[in-house]
Structures are given as structure tokens and as C-alpha cells.
């Protein structure tokens, strides 16, 4: 896990929303420490961790993965609306085929997963570099 917890220790997750949504329409911060579940995007690994709004997720390019460093972030707005994020410095092709599946994931989905990420709760290495996150306006 190294260098990907270096990463994202280093960038602190401390995302700003996008100056271009009403203050009204930004999300607020979460905590998205719960899991890690492992999953396979775009053939290639990711760490999926579900955050404290219970309805978001996270999803950070796992060891190995090409795309590191590499992270999603897939809000869902209290009203049901998604909004699919990414950002790093992986390698484009890789990140660009998660996207693409990560892209038709529908709410029941992502409700899914977070479920699926709360039930692994090992409490792990894997647990300790993920942080309070703003999401931001920037996409994948």
C-alpha cells in the first residue's frame, strides 16, 4: 500500500467543491474510512470505501494497479443525483476503463457497495490514510 497511502496522505483528501454549484448544491465534507472492499474496475484493481453520509463512495487505484496514483469519488446527492469524480496521475488508459464502468453505476449500486464496504470493517492498514474529503469539480 505504500506509495498509494503516501499519496493520498500527502494530498491530505482535502478536496474543494466546485466554485461553479450554488453553495446549496455543494456536498458537505465525509469521512470515507469504511472497508476497504476490494472490487475490479476496468480489469484492474481498486479499494472501494464507503463514507459516513451513507450513500457515497471512494474508490483509490489498489497496489499494482497501473492507474496509481488514482482516486474516484462517487457522490450521492440527497435528492438521488450521482456525481462521479476522479484524480491522479495514473496511467490515462487505465483510469479511463474504471471510469467507464464506474460511470453506469446507478444508485442501488453504490447503496450496494457501501453496504458491502461496511460489512468488511477489518479495521486493517488498508483503513488508515482515508480522511475527512470535499469532493471537487474536477472529472475523470
Request: aromatic share 8%; hydrophobic share 40%; with cysteine.
Amino acid at each position: 500500500m505504500g506509495n498509494i497511502t503516501r499519496f493520498l496522505t500527502s494530498m491530505g483528501l482535502a478536496i474543494i467543491a466546485s466554485a461553479s454549484h450554488a453553495s446549496s448544491d455543494r456536498p458537505p465534507a465525509l469521512d470515507c474510512r469504511i472497508g476497504p472492499l476490494h472490487k475490479t474496475y476496468g480489469k484492474t484493481g481498486w479499494l472501494v470505501y464507503a463514507c459516513d453520509d451513507s450513500r457515497s463512495i471512494v474508490i483509490v487505484s489498489d497496489q499494482g494497479n497501473p492507474a496509481s496514483p488514482f482516486y474516484f469519488i462517487v457522490y450521492v446527492k440527497p435528492d438521488g443525483g450521482m456525481q462521479l469524480y476522479g484524480e491522479g496521475n495514473g496511467k490515462e488508459s487505465a483510469t479511463r476503463a474504471a471510469f467507464d464502468e464506474l460511470k453506469k453505476l446507478s444508485q442501488a449500486d453504490v447503496a450496494a457497495l457501501v453496504e458491502q464496504a461496511r460489512a468488511t470493517q477489518s479495521g486493517g492498514d488498508d483503513r488508515a490514510f482515508l480522511g475527512p474529503v470535499r469532493l471537487s469539480g474536477s472529472a475523470a
